[in-house]
Structure formats: structure tokens, C-alpha cells
């Protein structure tokens, strides 16, 4: 029930650790790291298959538009 | 591929991880947009064949940084209530889902939260990292590491409710279906 107290592990021995509390039944360490592992994984991945808001497409088109009006000529860039 | 096709490209991963730093989507996307017209301006700077993503990130992160200073007085009150509120509830914490592990990723300082998600989410190298958060090689990862037994620490509580009851709770479970038996 102390397994608790054994939480804060130094950065560079964590598999000593490991082992340490493997004594009285299975650790939770290595579980508990690769939930949050995953967990962390899977909040990334819902952010990154979110759409692209339209702000930000518009802003790229603007600034897209921007620049190349100014890399042309007037003259020439002038169609309209 | 214009520049512009290319930096629509990496908006997806800059806005996940904008969100996880700041874990607010208006916040997230006021960063993207600063960091996308930061780069725009400054395209001619970068140069082709590097790493445009590692590029990218850091002029958010800059960004980030930058409004963090800004911002951190005046939202200290706010997440001073916030803190209050979630310790109030600890009861809601049953079952680790996403929201507790956001829940739990807000309770990290910046430096420990950017390096683990860059490490273990944006499929930065530690060397990539630590080029974009200006610094060395082995802060990054004592800055994982701390991020993770942080991270173990606040959800241990989740993780025993999910682990644990095997060897925890089935005697007393058992105990008290027996008992039950008994007294019907």
C-alpha cells in the first residue's frame, strides 16, 4: 500500500526502480507511463485531425495574394 | 510547392501543438495565425532543405512565450480560482479518460509540457527539441522525465482505480458479497 512512496523516481534509474516494486505484485509504474504514453498520443492526434479553421486558410490566402501583387510589376500585376 | 502550400502543410501540427500548450482552441489559433505571419515575413530567412516544421514550431513557441509573460499576471487570479475548482472536485477523477489527462497536462509548467510533447507527440527528435526550445540536449529530457513523474503523480490516483482493484479492493468486495449472502 506504500507503493506510492516509491512514485518520485530518480530520472536515471528507473529500472532499478522497476524492479524494486515488482516485489510485491505488478508495478504500476511502467503501466501507469504507458497510458500517459498513449493518452498523450491520442490528445495530439484529436488535435491534428481537427479541420483548419477558416481564419487561418483566408490569412495564408491574403498574405499569399499580398506578396505577389507586390512581386510583380504595377503595370503588369494590374489585369483588372 | 509554393511557400504557401508548404506552411498550409504544417498548420495542423502547429495548431495540436499550440492547443496543448495553451489547451484553449481561440488561444491555440491566435498563435498560429501570429506564428504563420511571423514566418510569412520572414520566409526569405529560412532556408530550403532545412526543417521547416522544427522552423515553425519555434516561432510559436516564441510566440507562446511571449504572451505567456504578457498574460501571466493578469490571468494569475483566474487560474487561482481554477485551481480551486478542480481540487474541489477530486471526486471526479474516477477513470483516466483524455480529460483528465489534459486536466493533468495543464498542471505542468511550459518547459516540462513543450518538451514532452514535442518528444512524445509532435515526433521531434531530442535533438530537434532541444533546437527549438533553445537549450541543451539534457534538459530536454530531464524536462520529459520530470513532465512524466508529474504527470504519473497526479494520475496514480486514476491509475489505482484502474489497476489496482484486483489485488485492493476484491477481498473487501468479496467480503461484503459474503457478508450480504449471510444475512439474506
Known amino acids: 500500500m ?3 512512496d516509491e512514485k518520485h523516481v530518480a530520472d536515471d534509474a528507473p529500472s532499478k526502480r522497476m524492479t524494486e516494486s515488482a516485489e510485491d505484485g505488478p ?3 511502467p503501466q501507469l507511463q504507458a497510458q500517459i504514453g498513449r493518452k498523450l498520443k491520442a ?8 479541420p483548419v479553421p477558416d481564419r487561418l486558410v483566408s ?3 491574403q498574405l499569399d495574394e499580398m506578396s505577389s501583387q507586390r512581386e510583380q510589376k504595377p503595370r503588369e500585376g494590374n489585369k483588372s | 510547392m509554393n511557400p504557401r502550400q508548404e506552411l498550409l502543410q504544417h498548420i495542423p501540427n502547429l495548431r495540436a501543438f499550440a492547443l496543448s500548450l495553451t489547451g484553449n482552441a481561440d488561444q491555440a489559433d491566435d ?3 501570429e506564428a504563420l505571419m511571423k514566418a510569412w515575413t520572414s520566409l526569405e530567412r529560412f532556408q530550403p532543405g532545412t526543417n521547416m516544421r522544427a ?10 512565450y511571449s504572451e505567456f509573460r504578457k498574460k501571466r499576471r493578469e490571468v494569475e487570479d483566474a487560474d487561482g480560482a481554477m485551481a480551486a475548482k478542480l481540487s474541489s472536485h477530486p471526486e471526479q477523477f474516477g477513470h483516466m479518460d483524455l480529460d483528465d489527462f489534459r486536466r493533468a497536462l495543464e498542471e505542468l509548467p511550459p518547459d516540462q509540457k513543450e518538451a514532452l510533447v514535442l518528444i512524445g507527440a509532435s515526433g521531434f527528435s531530442y535533438e530537434e527539441a532541444a533546437q527549438i526550445c533553445e537549450c541543451a540536449v539534457g534538459t530536454v529530457k530531464s524536462r520529459v522525465n520530470r513532465a512524466r513523474t508529474r504527470l504519473g503523480e497526479l494520475l496514480s490516483v486514476e491509475s489505482v482505480a484502474e489497476y489496482g482493484p484486483d489485488t485492493v479492493a476484491q477481498p473487501i468486495i468479496t467480503n461484503v458479497q459474503s ?3 449471510s444475512v439474506a
Open chain 1, 43 to 50: 490528445m495530439y492526434d484529436s488535435y491534428l485531425s481537427e
Open chain 2, 179 to 181: 457478508k450480504g449472502r
Open chain 1, 59 to 61: 490569412l495564408l490566402e
Open chain 1, 27 to 29: 508495478s504500476l509504474e
Open chain 2, 31 to 33: 498563435l498560429v495565425q
Open chain 2, 55 to 64: 522552423w515553425l514550431f519555434t516561432i510559436l513557441r516564441n510566440a507562446f
Open chain 1, 2 to 4: 506504500r507503493k506510492k
